[in-house]
């Protein structure tokens, strides 16, 4: 497991996302109307769609290209579709504010 410093909860204003990439892993980070931090894999699992461009409501995300619903706790795609993006931990410190991702190992291929 690598833990990787991806930024400060100052860098995203509440509703709204950014993109990161670790390698050739492209990351969409969401931060909720309640501040909290959320990070899936930036690409829908129906046809690649932006995850990031998508819009926010609650925790989930609506996929900008065909409207599927992905929740942002678990990546799960929500009924009728069906299918899961890779949602990934962040952590807050909570005296810095700085952004701490949680990476397994086998999600990380350096470029
Ligand atoms: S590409 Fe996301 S719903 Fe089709």
């Known amino acids: 497991m690598k833990q990787i410093k991806i930024g400060n909860i100052t860098d995203i204003e509440n509703k709204r996302s950014r993109v990161i990439f670790i390698g050739d892993l492209e990351i969409a980070l969401f931060k909720l109307s309640n501040g909290e931090i959320k ?3 930036n690409k829908c699992p129906h046809k690649a769609g932006k ?28 009924d009728p579709d069906e299918g899961c993006v890779v949602s990934f931990h962040v952590e807050v410190d909570s005296e810095s504010g700085d ?11 350096a470029s």
């Open 99 to 109: 952004l701490i991702l949680h990476l397994a190992d086998e999600a990380y291929k």
């Open 39 to 41: 990070a899936i894999e």
């Open 51 to 78: 995850l990031s461009e998508g819009i926010v409501c609650d925790h989930h995300v609506f996929c900008p290209l065909h409207d599927w619903k992905i929740d942002l706790n678990d990546g799960q795609v929500q």
